[in-house]
């Protein structure tokens, strides 16, 4: 059975986080299925074009780039239906492990269809400095009929927030910076 990761973000801009996530993963699954995606509770800074384009760029400079594969035609606000279009492309014998930052895990259980989403893939939780795991959001998850492990990563602290609000450019990598400054992306001072 293959074991596949599949990892949607925003990617508003790709961070090292981002980075970081898809290292580890590479090394654990089979195969690392990504996608920038829209949010359906988020608003978003950049077209979902440059930013399927930022994160093509981060994976490119991950050790094992070969083994993650940026599948944008994946991309939808609701998760469900890019794990049919998954389905589909790899099959019943795929076994699929949808990833989320512990920032999500109160709010999963609030997305689209989540009952029949949690019949087709399992749940890994990637701890995220600031965002606890408490064992209501884990119960709550298992009353939906989730069933999920919780990864042992340490993900830096840091968030695509903190670039589109400080221009915090600690968080991305200069390919990214560069590709934000060629195509004038966020208003900070620092594309200037
Ligand atoms: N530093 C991090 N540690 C752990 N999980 C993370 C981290 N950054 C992102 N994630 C997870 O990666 C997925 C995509 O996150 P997303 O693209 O929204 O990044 P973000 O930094 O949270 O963005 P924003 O600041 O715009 O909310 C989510 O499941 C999120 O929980
Ligand atoms: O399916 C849903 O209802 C749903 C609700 C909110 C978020 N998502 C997905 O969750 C993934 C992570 O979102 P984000 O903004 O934290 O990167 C991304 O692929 C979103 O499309 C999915």
Redesign the pocket.
């Known amino acids: 059975m293959t074991k596949i990761a599949l990892f ?3 990617a508003d801009p790709p961070t090292s986080g981002h980075q970081n996530i898809l290292s580890w993963l590479a090394q654990h699954y089979d195969l690392v299925v990504v996608w920038a ?6 608003e978003h800074q950049t077209s979902l074009k440059h930013r399927t384009e930022m994160l093509r760029l981060a994976i490119a400079e991950i050790a094992q780039p070969n083994k993650i594969l940026l599948q944008a035609e994946l991309s939808d ?4 239906i890019t794990v049919k279009k998954a389905r589909k492309i790899w099959g019943e014998e795929a076994e699929f492990t949808l990833v ?1 930052g512990s920032d ?1 895990v109160k709010q999963i259980v609030t ?2 269809r989540i009952e029949e989403l949690f019949t087709q893939v399992q749940l890994l939780i990637v701890p995220r400095p600031g965002y606890s795991i408490t064992k209501t959001d884990l119960e709550a998850i298992s009353k939906k009929g989730g069933k999920y492990a919780i990864a042992t990563l340490n993900v830096p602290q840091v968030s695509s927030t903190d670039y589109r609000r400080e221009g915090d450019q600690q968080v991305i990598t200069p390919a990214v910076q560069n590709y934000i400054t060629q195509k004038h992306l966020y208003n900070t001072v620092t594309n200037y």
């Not at 995606?37 to 988020?42: G, R, V």
């Not at 606000?77 to 469900?80: A, H, I, P």
């Open positions: 949607g973000t925003s995606s829209d949010n359906p509770f988020k606000r609701k998760t469900l989320i999500l997305w689209y």
